[in-house]
């Protein structure tokens, strides 16, 4: 359905002034055209005093009235209100809804931004809450835990094994593709230097090392970080949303111990496999680029047992255990601060994978200083 | 302003009802009630076009809902508002952004002028303070007239509200009831309104349709007092007495 147009005729009035005459449909449809009509129309004449005639106006809506409200707040023709006659009182109704300019303004614009020290200020002040916030998370879920291992009988042991599914066996492809690939890039990076200095062969003693100590459990532990981090938070910020963990509170069920620990033993467990299958998936793509670089598998296998040692494996072990905790301790820290509101969900997802990729490498920083100090 | 002829609804092989006809006229407030489950929001999903009726068709504005495609559905969708139960307001946008958000993608004005308008808009729900806010700071009442106020932005001819009264205190719902009134009788809207709420359905509708679980169709059509008076459909004057089958409820009542 075509919109009318609105009527707008222009001219002078005899007490030297404009006029400005409305007819037709003045409405959603027809107002910005409207307007646009008017300025054009309005340039040039004399515009003060200015009076509308709106007798002629057929029919008018809400939005339509937003061009007389800007002629008679002189929004127009800066600076020159007009006196608007012939409103039918339905009409003059609907314009006397409308607010002042300064109430519009007053009511959209931000409060002033605050200076840069106060923001610095509240910067800090919200790390420190949110170390403070770790701090007792850990405390409660080391007390819960401690709890739960020592009645195992009343783990909910089937809540564990559906997190372990979830978010370990449905990563088992992701972790497999990874894993070898980036055996398959040490291999093939380290090998054309190695081959300058005539020590090609010693590919295999680097992936065994890199692979196995470093790369293994972290590019596991981001995997998990990033797949199944955000994953438990969400879930978990998810039931706060929607009050399931206000109603296992009034229950007298501590949502730490009949939720978080679940996920903290299944992130446990789950990630030192997952570590230990990437390895063997990253030492196989080197195996493979050794074996393209014309070196029997024996030989690989030969300079692999000679570099590798059962405290490597110990180390990258280890590494798995303690980044699966992390992560999915984080995760569920995050998922148990979530707001209100679908938006705080996802909030709280993505700080799931932001403290869980800074914690899993502080961690490794700190193992790496550990296991210089240590000489192991 | 609407015609609803002999439609069935359903899901797959479900049948939520079927045989439905009525009519809703331009500039009157009009509802839909009946018990929890027997299909009154999924006739309102129908009625705006969001689902299609198994049989039968729903007119708007002389429109088949169901048939329109392309730039002849946006023009329908764009000729009525909708306020969800929830309110739906979007999380990251602020109040006064929820209700300018229509004015920005459907119309040419300024962003003066949508700013205006939002506000106008506000106001005249009585959220005028409140359009800096977050949707999450609002209670749920302030949701739903912040949801009103958005369906009211392109100024449309018909408004539907889907249980504008749930979960609302009593004196919360006696506003939002004078609230549709006053912009039904100045402005001239009409509002098809969703609801079981006995106290709104004698406040605002001048005609209503009632819908019954059991039977699987509309069981009554007239205004809500003649229904509630002299019905001489037994589930009609259960729903209207607030009569649970066999029991008394009203403990106000001496024994």
């Not at chain 1, 054309?192 to 596991?220: M, N, S, Y």
């Not at chain 1, 196989?284 to 670089?293: E, K, N």
């Not at chain 1, 996802?346 to 700080?351: F, H, I, L, R, V």
């Not at chain 2, 369906?151 to 609230?179: H, I, N, Q």
Request: aromatic content about 4%.
């Amino acid at each position: 359905m075509p919109a009318s147009a609105t009527g707008i005729e222009v001219g002078k009035a005899q007490d030297g002034g404009a006029f400005v005459s409305l007819t037709g449909a003045l409405d959603v449809r027809t107002v910005g055209a409207a307007r646009r009509d008017l300025v054009v129309k309005l340039a040039g004449v004399l515009t003060e005093p200015l009076s509308v005639d709106a007798s002629g106006l057929d029919s008018a809506d809400v939005s339509g009235m937003v061009v007389l409200w800007e002629l008679a707040n002189g929004l127009v023709v800066p600076g020159v209100r007009a006196t608007i006659s012939g409103l039918r009182p339905e009409l003059e109704a609907i314009l006397a809804t409308y607010p002042s300019p300064d109430e519009v303004e007053a009511a959209i614009s931000s409060p002033a931004e605050s200076a840069g020290i106060h923001s610095l200020g509240r910067g800090a002040l919200s790390i420190v809450a949110d170390v403070r916030a770790m701090v007792e998370f850990v405390g409660a879920l080391t007390s819960a835990l401690v709890a739960g291992l020592r009645r195992p009988r009343a783990m909910r042991w089937p809540e564990v094994l559906r997190v372990v599914e979830k978010a370990g066996v449905d990563a088992f492809p992701l972790v497999s593709f990874v894993g070898l690939l980036v055996g398959l890039i040490i291999a093939f990076e380290a090998a054309q230097p190695l081959k300058q200095l005539g020590a090609e062969v010693f590919v295999a003693d680097a992936i065994g090392i890199i692979v196995i100590r470093e790369l293994g459990p972290l590019i596991t532990a981001i995997v998990i970080a990033g797949r199944s981090g955000p994953a438990l938070a969400a879930e978990l910020g998810m039931m706060k949303v929607n009050e399931e963990l206000s109603a296992l509170e009034t229950m007298g069920l501590d949502p730490l111990r009949f939720l978080v620990v679940q996920r903290v033993v299944a992130g446990t467990l789950l990630a030192p496999v997952l570590t230990l299958y990437s390895v063997a998936l990253g030492v196989a793509g080197g195996c493979i680029v050794m074996g393209m670089l014309g070196y029997p598998f024996a030989v690989t296998w030969a300079h692999l047992q000679g570099a590798v040692h059962p405290a490597d494996l110990l180390v990258g072990t280890t590494k798995g255990v303690v980044f699966g905790t992390l992560v999915a301790g984080l995760a569920c820290l995050r998922g148990l601060q979530a707001g209100d509101g679908p938006a705080a969900v996802g909030e709280a997802a993505t700080s799931a994978v932001v403290s869980g990729i800074v914690s899993v490498f502080t961690a490794d920083a700190l193992f790496a200083v550990l296991t210089y100090v240590l000489k192991i | 302003m609407i015609r609803v002829e002999d439609v069935t609804i359903g899901y797959g092989e479900r049948i939520v009802m079927s045989g439905v006809s009525f009519e809703v006229r331009r500039g009157e407030v009009f509802v839909i009630l009946g018990g929890s489950g027997c299909g009154k929001s999924s006739l309102l999903k129908n009625l705006i076009g969001l689902q299609k009726p198994m049989k039968g068709r729903i007119l708007v504005g002389g429109r088949d809902v169901a048939a329109a495609e392309g730039d002849e559905r946006q023009a329908l969708l764009r000729s009525f508002g909708v306020m969800y139960q929830s309110g739906a307001l979007f999380g990251s946008l602020t109040v006064h952004e929820n209700v300018r958000l229509p004015l920005d993608e459907f119309t040419d004005l300024s962003l003066r002028q949508r700013d205006v308008l939002a506000h106008t808009r506000l106001k005249m729900v009585g959220l005028g303070h409140a359009g800096r806010r977050m949707p999450s700071e609002l209670s749920g009442g302030m949701k739903k007239r912040a949801a009103i106020a958005r369906a009211l932005a392109l100024d449309p001819p018909l408004v539907f509200l889907d249980e504008p009264s749930a979960g609302l205190d009593p004196v919360t719902s006696a506003g939002l009831d004078a609230l549709i009134l006053d912009l039904a009788r100045n402005f001239g809207i009409t509002f098809v309104v969703v609801t079981h709420e006995l106290l709104s359905i004698f406040a605002i509708a001048d005609r209503c349709v009632m819908l019954d679980a059991s039977r699987k169709t509309l069981v009554a059509e007239g205004k809500p007092r003649t229904l509630a008076d002299s019905s001489e459909d037994q589930a009609v004057l259960r729903f209207f007495r607030r009569e649970a089958e066999g029991a008394q409820t009203d403990r106000s009542q001496p024994k």
